[in-house]
């Protein structure tokens, strides 16, 4: 037994997912139902993005966060409730996923991982209960992007090489944990910001799936991060300057230029991948 994961005698692996509520978080939680043994899933109410100092300022970031909605409706929308047994959800206010009455909930589920995607940071003891066995989504390609709205934030910086998923053993700090896996999306030139991040969803999905598989069968090494590359963005560090910077990127051709140097852009950021 490696110092990073148990390999469990049963055959079928359990997943208990804690998560947000979104269309998105939905899509995610009935693509694992698909593929393995969901037991529970609990759910915080979805946070809001910061206000803006001026009325302008809002009305920029309310457009974006409708233009968001509207797409991942479009890519997700069928995904109207969570396919899980009856009494298996649990539905909590956002920020509350570290209450005893959650831990106990989630431990008597007895699952072989606790899978996170879109929660608040989880801390003991139900961290230190599933050492190990715990499994973050991230939506960012760490060490480069960590923290909030990672697949926003490379856009502003005119990145998009760094928007991708990463799925990590969680730890206390945010996206800091050893990894198991990366992938960048598959994405097309009239990709907008929007585009771009459900098919980062979607690629991270499936990515979660293939490592959970492989890390259950001993046939991937977690490797630890190298923080000392990257930047953290927390979610108050979201601005309509950001948005409208991130929108000119986009207008000057971005995705042009990164589609048409796309392997050189690549290797300036390396990602682990588990080899076939």
């Not at 066995?133 to 990145?159: C, D, Q």
């Not at 990463?166 to 050893?178: E, F, I, R």
């Not at 098919?199 to 490797?223: C, D, E, H, R």
Request: charged share 20%; with cysteine.
């Amino acid at each position: 037994m490696g110092c990073f994961y148990v390999r469990h005698t049963m055959n079928k692996i359990s997943l208990a997912i804690i998560t947000a509520d979104s269309w998105r978080h939905r899509f995610f939680v009935n693509t694992l139902s698909d593929n393995f043994d969901v037991v529970g899933v609990v759910a915080e109410t979805a946070r809001n993005l910061p206000p803006g100092d001026t009325m302008e300022d809002n009305k920029i970031i309310a457009g974006h966060v409708r233009e968001r909605k509207l797409k991942e409706e479009t890519f997700f929308g069928q995904h109207t409730s969570y396919h899980v047994p009856a009494g298996r959800l649990l539905s909590i206010p956002h920020g509350h996923s570290n209450d005893t009455s959650v831990f106990k909930w989630v431990v008597e589920l007895k699952p072989t991982f606790v899978i996170l995607f879109g929660s608040g940071i989880i801390k003991d003891p139900l961290l230190s209960h599933f050492q190990n066995k715990m499994i973050n989504l991230h939506l960012g390609l760490s060490p480069y992007y960590r923290g909030s709205a990672t697949s926003f934030w490379p856009l502003v910086f005119g990145e998009p090489e760094c928007v991708g998923s990463t799925v990590h053993l969680a730890v206390l700090k945010a996206d800091a944990g050893a990894i198991l896996g990366q992938a960048r999306p598959d994405v097309e030139a009239q990709d907008r910001c929007q585009e771009f991040g459900c098919k980062n969803i979607i690629s991270g999905a499936k990515l979660m799936i293939k490592y959970i598989k492989s890390y259950q069968a001993g046939q991937v090494t977690p490797q630890i991060q190298e923080l000392s590359r990257g930047r953290v963005f927390k979610l108050s560090d979201f601005n309509a300057q950001a948005v409208l910077k991130m929108r000119l990127n986009f207008d000057d051709g971005m995705m042009d230029k990164y589609l048409q140097n796309k392997e050189a852009r690549d290797s300036r950021y390396p990602i682990i991948a588990l080899r076939p």
